[in-house]
């Protein structure tokens, strides 16, 4: 039997501590969630938002689990949108601030379709303490923040927006205070694609001196070195080795822990295709990456390998060493009842890497009773697996959105193994960091 946990419960019982710094090294640890309340899954296919939830308003849910698996949470208001990729969310390295990007702003009054939210522009810095999280800044990065991500270092976050001539937006966080935002151009030729937006997403290297940024309208992704002045401030970003083809629409990426490889989901969409997501497969392709610190013709990426995906796989996560990686597959769970593409379930896939050659090797597919599942991360073990869930079928449960908890077991045949737990959320789950 499915064990489901109540977010409002657990904040009822919850210790008064959330997570800060002094909670390292006990054991506690931090599921970070975000769900946006404002569109219905198949907005997408629609453009219609749908009824207005008024029982629920988008939240950033901290979760908190002991080494027995007990839990407990408690929830801010912050607005937050699950249009575009699941990386809206960053946490400071010391656990005291999370960072949320504002895609899209609160349904105003009166809103019934997509067109109709404000665009958002802004990065709020929520500062996680013992009484409860509190709102300590905000600062106006762009048009539409697709996604974001905080280096290595912990001080600057980058983010993509979808301003032309200026993309690249990176602001200094210290204390969860932002500084001064500079932002620049991608300086790319002309799109010959079919899509209107540039990029979707963009990720630190593990080195903290390279960013990836994925190109959707030219099926591409492109390495850039972030230049720093003596004060730290971003001076200028240059193309780092040649630029990469992918498949069509790489809308999201994630780079190797050890930095040797990055890996885009590309989920085939486009107004060439049926209703621009009619699509049942993807495809991941394997970037192996030039050397650190090398330029010239060093500087090259090539691609060793490309692996057949799952439908509509938003979401990819590697496990903490770096050997295996989970899909999310949101497959047709998001299209209207009576379309021909409608699927019940989704489901998540399991990946081995071989860091030698950079192939994937598929470990197989386990459907579940989930609608758009966004966000995926593990634990610091690499033993437990958080699946978001935007929410599930025909279910008129006070708060309709979770966290399922899956474990990954490698004896034998490395599988994917659903716990029957789940801790329960406001509906709209989309994005999932771990601390």
């Known amino acids: ?64 689990l002991a080494d027995d698996g007990s839990p407990s949470a408690t929830g801010v208001p912050v607005s937050n949108s699950t249009y575009g990729p699941p990386g809206a969310l960053a946490v400071s390295q010391d656990g005291r601030f999370a960072f949320v990007a504002e895609t899209f702003g609160q349904r105003p009054e ?30 106006q990065i762009g048009t539409q923040p697709q996604a974001i991500h905080l280096s290595p270092e912990g001080d600057l976050i980058v983010a993509i927006t979808v301003d032309n001539d200026r993309e690249l ?44 940024v994925n190109l959707v309208d030219r099926n591409q992704v492109a390495f850039y070195e972030v230049v720093r002045d003596r004060s730290g401030t971003v001076s200028d970003i240059r193309p780092w080795g040649n630029r ?40 991941l392709t394997t970037v192996k990456l030039a050397t650190v610190g090398a330029t010239g013709d060093a500087a090259r990426h090539t691609v060793p390998h490309i692996a057949l995906s799952g439908w509509g796989a938003e979401t990819i996560a590697f496990s903490p060493d770096g050997r295996f990686l989970v899909t999310s597959n949101l497959r047709g769970t998001g299209k209207p009842d009576g379309s021909r593409d409608w699927t019940e379930e989704a489901s998540l896939s399991l990946y081995e890497l071989n860091n030698e050659t950079g192939r994937l090797i598929p470990h197989g597919e386990w459907p579940f009773p989930a609608v758009l599942p966004q966000g995926l991360a593990f634990d610091r073990k690499g033993s437990r697996l958080y699946a978001g869930v935007n ?16 474990s990954l077991q490698t004896e034998g045949q490395p599988r994917l193994v659903p716990s029957g737990e789940s801790v329960r959320l406001p509906v709209g789950v989309h994005t999932i960091v771990t601390r």
């Open 110 to 139: 009166g809103a019934v379709r997509l067109d109709q939210l404000p665009q958002g522009n802004a990065i709020r810095s929520i500062r996680l303490q013992r009484d409860g999280p509190a709102l300590v800044d905000t600062v």
């Open 169 to 212: 937006a990176f602001v200094p966080v210290t204390g969860g205070q932002f500084g001064k935002v500079s932002s620049f151009g991608l300086n790319l030729e002309p799109s010959t694609g079919f899509i209107p937006l540039r990029s979707t997403w963009v990720q630190w290297h593990p080195s903290g001196r390279y960013i990836a």
């Open 391 to 406: 929410r599930y079928r025909n279910e008129e449960a006070p708060l309709g959105g979770a966290v399922e908890i899956w």
């Open 244 to 283: 990469v083809q992918t498949s069509k629409f790489p809308f999201m990426g994630k780079f190797s822990p050890d930095g040797r490889y990055y890996i885009t989901s590309d989920l085939q969409w486009g107004i060439d295709t049926d209703g621009f997501y009619g699509v049942q497969e993807g495809i």
């Open 1 to 64: 039997m499915r064990t489901r946990t109540s977010l409002m419960a657990l904040a009822m019982c919850m210790m008064p501590t959330l997570l800060h710094a002094e909670d390292s090294g006990t054991g506690t640890e931090a599921i970070l969630v975000l769900s946006d309340t404002d569109m219905v899954p198949t907005v997408y296919e629609t453009g219609e938002l749908g009824p207005l939830e008024t029982r629920q308003t988008d939240t950033l849910s901290i979760v908190t």
